[in-house]
């Protein structure tokens, strides 16, 4: 894929592929894979990156580590081999993505104890996400995004017709309470957004929503513990002032509420230390990589 904003945005020539699947033979996935270059090569670009579908803002990495238990919501997943494919062809690492596990994610009455001092000190309010004025909020969240994410490896701004795109289709879903957002002293300062792992109830469904399959999934819903923190930012200048954490809190404590007890912070950047270190501080782990791969298109 030619993305022209992240020709514009970081001044490369860089193209994506994305949507791999392939049996485990290297004369199937260097034929998807050459056929990928050439038309990367035939629009001008000079290095082809993902596996992204279709860009970093949506699906992306390869799973590399942690094939045990299910996919999570929105996330990669493939077998173990793929990596050997890529290898063999001549894909080099470019970046890798983490993803962290909580189970039983309740914060400690220390942890509470410490996030009420952090919202009087810095004067931090929480607020979820609004249904009645749902639009909004999503503006709110495209202006934070593009700029949290700004100077990230891999970034591309999110156009207002992705975002909107986006939010249509997640709107059926999301739990607003496991969207929030967080001010300074009156001033934007971040947001975060957790979804219910859905794939629990997706996966009874056969793929058929009739004639049963909805009722399935409605029955199954009621049994997801798990949620996935999809995305979380914090704008520069508060970003040493215990807004993510914070937000991280105030996401799992709602979540409890909802019966989900274990949480999924997925993805971060392997070299985004002071994410990874907030989330360490709450007692998560890593527990899956997912690898972005380069390689030049003329080689």
Same mark, same amino acid.
């Given at each position: 894929?030619?993305?022209?904003?992240?020709?514009e945005?970081?001044?490369?020539? /860089? =193209?994506?592929f994305?949507?791999f699947?392939?049996?485990n033979?290297?004369?199937?996935s260097?034929?998807?894979?050459d056929?990928a270059r050439?038309?990367?090569?035939?629009?001008? !670009?000079? /290095?082809?990156?993902?596996?992204?579908?279709f860009?970093?803002n949506? #699906?992306?990495?390869?799973?590399? $580590?942690?094939?045990? =238990?299910p996919?999570?919501?929105?996330m990669?997943?493939?077998p173990?081999?793929?990596?050997d494919l890529?290898?063999t062809?001549?894909l #080099?690492?470019?970046k890798d993505?983490?993803?962290?596990?909580?189970? @039983?994610?309740?914060?400690?009455?220390r942890?509470?104890?410490v996030?009420?001092?952090?919202?009087?000190?810095y004067?931090?309010?929480?607020?979820?996400?609004?249904?009645? @004025?749902?639009?909004?909020?999503v503006?709110?969240?495209?202006?934070?995004?593009?700029d949290? +994410?700004?100077? @990230?490896?891999?970034?591309?701004?999110?156009?207002?017709?992705e975002?909107?795109?986006?939010?249509?289709?997640?709107?059926?879903?999301?739990e607003?309470?496991l969207?929030?957002?967080?001010?300074?002293?009156?001033e934007l300062a =971040?947001?975060?957004?957790?979804?219910? $792992?859905?794939?629990?109830?997706? &996966?009874?469904?056969?793929g058929?929503?009739?004639?049963f399959g +909805?009722?399935?999934?409605?029955?199954?819903?009621? &049994?997801?513990?798990?949620a996935?923190?999809?995305?979380?930012g914090? !704008?520069? &200048?508060?970003?040493r002032?215990?807004?993510a #954490?914070?937000?991280?809190?105030?996401?799992?404590?709602?979540?409890?509420k909802k =019966?989900?007890?274990?949480? #999924?912070?997925? +993805?971060?950047?392997?070299?985004?230390?002071?994410?990874?270190?907030?989330?360490?501080? !709450?007692?998560?782990?890593?527990?899956?990589?997912?690898?972005?791969?380069?390689?030049?298109?003329?080689?």
């Amino acid at each position: 894929m030619r993305n022209e904003l992240q020709l514009e945005f970081h001044k490369d020539k /860089t =193209g994506f592929f994305g949507l791999f699947e392939s049996v485990n033979d290297q004369r199937v996935s260097r034929a998807l894979l050459d056929t990928a270059r050439t038309w990367l090569s035939s629009r001008g !670009l000079d /290095t082809m990156r993902g596996p992204a579908s279709f860009s970093l803002n949506e #699906e992306a990495g390869l799973l590399v $580590d942690g094939f045990d =238990g299910p996919p999570m919501v929105m996330m990669t997943y493939n077998p173990p081999w793929y990596a050997d494919l890529f290898a063999t062809y001549g894909l #080099e690492k470019s970046k890798d993505l983490v993803a962290y596990w909580w189970p @039983n994610a309740k914060p400690s009455p220390r942890l509470l104890k410490v996030a009420d001092g952090l919202r009087k000190r810095y004067g931090v309010t929480l607020r979820t996400l609004d249904m009645k @004025n749902f639009w909004e909020d999503v503006a709110i969240v495209r202006r934070i995004y593009n700029d949290a +994410w700004q100077d @990230n490896w891999g970034h591309i701004p999110m156009t207002k017709a992705e975002l909107d795109y986006m939010a249509k289709q997640l709107k059926p879903v999301v739990e607003p309470t496991l969207v929030v957002f967080a001010e300074v002293k009156g001033e934007l300062a =971040g947001f975060g957004l957790a979804l219910p $792992d859905f794939n629990v109830a997706l &996966k009874h469904m056969n793929g058929s929503l009739f004639p049963f399959g +909805w009722a399935k999934a409605l029955w199954y819903s009621r &049994k997801i513990h798990t949620a996935r923190t999809l995305t979380l930012g914090v !704008l520069e &200048k508060y970003r040493r002032s215990g807004v993510a #954490e914070l937000l991280m809190l105030e996401m799992m404590i709602n979540a409890e509420k909802k =019966g989900i007890v274990n949480a #999924e912070f997925s +993805w971060v950047l392997e070299d985004n230390m002071m994410m990874r270190a907030s989330l360490e501080k !709450l007692g998560a782990r890593v527990y899956r990589i997912y690898r972005m791969y380069d390689i030049p298109i003329g080689g």
